[in-house]
């Protein structure tokens, strides 16, 4: 949600650097090299003191064991790490951390963060291993009285925590689709969205995949062997809350959520079934047929990359009711579901083969969320028989710590599990609606596109 670093982003961008075309062919406000160059510019002092700059995942298992060893998963998504440097690597199970082969030093001095270099890359990272391997002794005495835990206790290297989602539900199909045909190149037609305050997009593929607008291709950066394409939404379910706690109505509903001891969405979701009866309307997608919504409240992370792209409603009334907040609750929740179907084509545009979705987080828990995407996107969604995801991905990487599996699949494929399966509707106009309603949410961003324009010579 830190997007102080747009200047910054954009300094780095114009430097035109190769590690760039590994991040979609250009560095997010989001990611480590402008967060680092705006603390530089912005907190000198804080800058000449850092002893190491990390990523959170990195800092829990250096506080774990003591090993500052970093992930090939958060070096490479986040800090233009390129990860292919250890191809040669990936078959020695037993090596220790990698010596870091994948840094630019000259991109880094590019943009003024030479420093960063120093000491073998002390600050950022001197070794890297695969997400899985063991660090250090396992738990130090120290973490492990602070854990409730024994000392020695192994640790796996970290992923960022919408990766371990990926790694925890990406093989969770159903048995029958696993059992019947061993196909090894399955698991490359799937993308898992892991949906929570944003939404990540993540995709596989055997071949590196070099896509505009789309973080990537990193290699072994979620699942190993395979290169990683990571679109996503910068504001998923905080913009629904924004949406829904901004509204004059909201807090009245709430409390009658509250005193059914349900949440407000589900709240929601009946008042648009009752709608949908009240209005005779065909199904309950149609009751949006006068709002749209363009969902970039927070910038457009991707196909577009614009973190300055803002968000756009079509269709307000003076209506401050509760049936008005459900509307606008619902065109968000497909304005979203739109912008995952402009990413899922445009990875398919450029060399994905994307048939099969797979969602986690806390808004695959919300039914309408799920069955809006079904539809809007055309494939069927699985949802994970476990619901922390998270959790599950952080407990494979254990289990590959503790030798219990030799790899990260093996571990995946054993402890991935399929929950329930939802179709999209087949009514030929649920999809002709929505055809009809994503061609608007696509022109909502060319006209935002022309008013700047027209607003930037009015300013010239």
Not at 1 to 19: G, L, T, Y
Not at 198 to 223: N, Y
């Amino acid at each position: 949600m830190d997007h102080r670093a747009v200047k910054q982003a954009e300094r780095i961008n114009a430097s035109n650097s190769p590690v760039l075309q590994y991040c979609g062919g250009g560095v997010s406000p989001e990611m480590e090299p402008p967060k680092l160059l705006w603390v530089k510019e912005n907190l000198q002092e804080s800058w000449s003191m850092a002893f190491r700059w990390m990523d959170l995942s990195d800092w829990l298992t250096y506080k774990a064991t003591g090993d500052d060893t970093r992930s090939l998963c958060t070096t490479v998504c986040k800090w233009t790490y390129l990860g292919h440097a250890h191809m040669q690597q990936i078959n020695e199970k037993d090596s220790g951390a990698m010596e870091s082969c994948g840094w630019d030093d000259g991109f880094w001095e590019e943009i003024g963060l030479g420093d960063l270099v120093d000491g073998h890359h002390a600050k950022i990272g001197r070794s890297v291993a695969f997400p899985g391997h063991a660090l250090g002794s396992g738990l130090t005495p120290h973490a492990a009285k602070e854990l409730g835990l024994m000392a020695g206790t192994p640790v796996g290297t970290a992923l960022i925590d919408a990766h371990a989602g990926g790694v925890g539900v990406m093989e969770s199909v159903p048995a029958s689709d696993s059992e019947s045909i061993v196909d090894e190149d399955a698991i490359s037609r799937r993308m898992v969205l892991v949906c929570g305050t944003s939404t990540c997009h993540m995709a596989v593929s055997r071949t590196k995949l070099f896509i505009p607008g789309v973080w990537g291709p990193f290699w072994s950066a979620m699942v190993p062997e395979y290169w990683l394409t990571e679109g996503g939404q910068s504001a998923t379910g905080s913009l629904l809350d924004h949406i829904i706690e901004n509204h004059v109505a909201s807090p009245h509903l709430a409390n009658r959520a509250a005193s059914r001891r349900i949440s407000i969405f589900d709240l929601l979701n009946e008042i648009l079934e009752s709608m949908k009866k009240d209005e005779d309307s065909p199904f309950i997608a149609a009751l949006t047929s006068d709002m749209h919504i363009l969902p970039d409240f927070h910038g457009n992370r991707s196909p577009i990359a614009d973190p300055k792209s803002k968000g756009m409603i079509s269709g307000l009334t003076l209506d401050t009711s509760e049936k008005q907040l459900a509307l606008l609750y619902l065109a968000t929740v497909q304005g979203i579901a739109y912008g995952t179907r402009h990413i899922v084509e445009h990875c398919n545009t450029n060399g994905h083969k994307i048939d099969t979705l797979l969602a986690c987080g806390g808004l695959a828990k919300n039914r309408l969320f799920v069955q809006e995407h079904a539809d809007i996107i055309g494939y069927p969604i699985i949802l994970p028989r476990e619901n922390e995801s998270v959790l599950l991905g952080s407990a494979i990487l254990g289990a590959v710590a503790s030798k219990k599996y030799s790899t990260v699949r093996d571990a995946m494929k054993a402890m991935n599990a399929a929950g329930q399966v939802v179709h999209p509707s087949q009514d030929m106009k649920v999809k002709k609606y929505h055809d009809a309603k994503y061609s608007i949410f696509r022109d909502l961003y060319e006209q935002q596109q022309k008013h700047r324009l027209l607003m930037a010579e009015a300013l010239s």
